[in-house]
């Protein structure tokens, strides 16, 4: 197992464990997988983030290789602009949804999308070994302006500009204090769309609502929904490439269901297809897949997985319960721009609004929850966990399908010191009493 990639790429304390020594031998490291240049570097508003790009510019230059700096964007940006403008490869400085005083390194293979499992191994041999070479010639470092308009335009061919135009759509953004205050907006104007802005001043403190959006940071956008009678909303994370959508009631949907709708309504147009989702995300999506011929392939948890297994399949839809959701003829990378345009032109070839939209989609309830945990401590958990009577999954952490529509699953977190624990059901009143139940019971493994 990787030792300093996480669930998605390289994360820590910006001056302890992510001090200028280790960003310098890290990118040194990244430097020797890639062997060439160009790099396309990038960078959210965090405030340690332009500091780390220079020690990363500067570490791939001594490594012989060119660097391109495209400045502050969001990470599928980065990522689609990697591969649409040719470069070898790309470096996106984020620690995505984590608190502010966090930042960490994403690395994008020349495909525009993250690096496998596998090629993290590699770096981090190049980095406990100090296997890296100093180039006596040095790299060139440039500026990249054309990642934000590449990226926009992408999107644009994926949907049906002139229809979306036509119905004059009118959509709230709470864009988080994150990057992609920087495209959202004029993504939606190039739509059309009338636009109403929460958090749009890019900050990397995240002084609006915190870096990840939750149902219990979103009030300030459902309100605004409501009031200003928006058609929806939408929720970015700090590096963008995630979202979370509000329907036009003010309701806060969760990724899982919002993904369904997003999967059901590319697959009524390509029929036959694959999706690739992880573990813990719902087991509607397999009654959805069903009725349009398409399979579900399971993963681990992590964009990565997720990503790499689409390639690998050729799959057209990719989705986490997070938020993340991935379409494939675009790019096999979360994006939030692109999911947002998807919805959007879901709307616009639709006389429903999205909650009635919503409510085509077969019932299910799902919810999730955290404890601090050490990896003593979850051993504890599956210990205990392996002894109910269910079948289980061992994929990545432990799940227990408890019924045909209900299941608990408990995993490590690859990013922070906790387990996650997921649950889904098809009544609330089932899903309360699983997530009461088996919470307790892994409190109490912890507790030991």
């Not at 964007?73 to 591969?83: D, G, S, Y």
């Not at 993290?120 to 100090?130: D, G, P, Q, R």
């Not at 135009?165 to 993504?187: E, H």
Request: with cysteine; charged share 25%; aromatic share 6%.
């Amino acid at each position: 197992m990787a030792k300093l990639f996480g669930t998605n790429g390289v994360r820590g304390v910006f001056g302890e464990g992510l001090t200028l020594d280790f960003i310098s031998e890290i990118t040194l490291s990244i430097a020797s997988l890639f062997k060439k240049g160009p790099i396309l570097v990038g960078y959210d508003g965090r405030e340690s983030s332009i500091i780390i790009s220079k020690i990363v510019t500067a570490a791939l230059s001594s490594a012989g290789l060119d660097s391109v700096i495209c400045g502050l964007i969001p990470t599928p940006c980065l990522q689609f602009a990697t591969k649409k403008l040719g470069y070898n490869g790309g470096i996106m400085i984020t620690a995505s949804h984590n608190p502010p005083q966090y930042n960490g390194i994403k690395v994008t293979a020349r495909d525009g999308i993250e690096i496998s499992r596998e090629d993290e191994l590699t770096v981090e041999e190049f980095y406990f070994k100090k296997k890296w070479k100093i180039s006596n010639k040095p790299g060139i470092i440039t500026k990249e302006t054309n990642a934000i308009s590449t990226y926009i335009s992408g999107i644009k061919k994926q949907v049906n500009v002139k229809k979306i135009k036509s119905r004059d759509l009118k959509v709230v953004l709470d864009l988080g204090n994150g990057v992609q205050a920087i495209t959202a907006p004029l993504l939606c104007r190039d739509l059309g769309c009338k636009t109403i802005l929460i958090n749009e001043k890019v900050d990397g403190t995240f002084p609006g609502r915190g870096s990840e959006p939750t149902p219990e940071n979103l009030e300030k956008l459902s309100s605004m929904v409501k009031k200003s009678r928006a058609d929806f909303g939408i929720a970015f994370d700090g590096d963008g490439d995630r979202s979370i959508f509000c329907d036009e009631k003010g309701k806060i949907l969760t990724g899982d269901r919002s993904a369904l709708l997003l999967s059901k309504y590319i697959l009524e147009r390509y029929p036959k297809s694959k999706i690739v989702t992880s573990v813990n995300s719902t087991y509607v999506i397999e009654k959805i897949a069903s009725s349009s011929n398409s399979k579900v392939l399971r993963t681990k948890v992590g964009s990565v997985e997720v990503s790499r297994k689409m390639v690998q399949e050729n799959a057209l839809i990719g989705f986490e319960e997070n938020g993340g959701f991935m379409y494939g003829r675009h790019n096999q990378v979360r994006d939030g721009s692109m999911t947002m345009a998807v919805l959007i032109d879901l709307l616009a070839n639709s006389k429903n609004s999205l909650s009635q939209k919503m409510n085509e989609l077969p019932q299910s309830f799902t919810t999730k929850g955290k404890i601090t945990c050490t990896k003593d401590d979850f051993k504890k958990i599956v210990k205990i966990l392996k002894a109910e009577p269910f079948r289980k999954d061992l994929t990545d952490g432990i799940k227990l399908f408890l019924d045909e529509s209900s299941w608990v699953m408990v995993r490590l977190s690859g990013t922070e010191p906790i387990a996650r624990i997921y649950a889904e059901s098809s009544s609330q009143a089932g899903l309360d009493d699983i997530f009461a139940k088996y919470m307790q019971k892994v409190k109490a493994a912890v507790d030991r």
